[in-house]
């Protein structure tokens, strides 16, 4: 695949999973007809060997951000969280990482000078490497 087919999937998906969405605190998880808020923060996947993390400003607004993703083979969840002047970090975006069952896992998540982007690799025959670039200027992460 060409890097113009991978950027226009990777914008397909972003507009039909981000558009017009507001920046969530809490994600609601429905159960028996009752509603539960399960608060979402970055407590719960610092030490935690399921997933990694990766620090530097995505949004270009001089205060550092941080990215948190599943570890290979552990699945496909990317999280977002947007630091303020204060240190702390509020959630922004639940998204994937393009890890795939059977197919490419990520290797790496690396800062741009627009925002970042993802490295996943097929793990076996040969080497076959994907990368999805993201930009998160003015707040607006495409």
């Not at 060409?2 to 981000?18: D, Q, Y």
């Not at 399960?38 to 270009?60: E, M, P, S």
């Amino acid at each position: 695949m060409n890097k113009i087919t991978i950027l226009v999937l990777l914008f397909s998906f972003l507009v039909a999973n981000c558009q017009k969405k507001p920046i969530l605190k809490n994600d609601r998880v429905e159960a028996n007809n009752t509603e539960k808020i399960r608060t979402i923060n970055l407590n719960q996947y610092t030490n935690n060997t399921n997933y990694f993390i990766k620090t530097f400003d995505v949004n270009k607004d001089e205060t550092k951000d941080k990215i948190v993703s599943h570890n290979r083979y552990l699945g496909d969840e990317l999280l977002l969280f947007l630091g303020d002047k204060s240190g702390n970090y509020n959630w922004a975006l639940k998204s994937t990482n393009f890890s795939e069952d059977g197919g490419n896992q990520i290797t790496d998540i690396k800062e741009t000078k627009e925002g970042f982007e993802i490295i996943t690799q097929f793990p076996d025959r040969g080497y076959l490497q994907n990368t999805y670039l993201a930009s998160g200027i003015n707040n607006k992460l495409i």
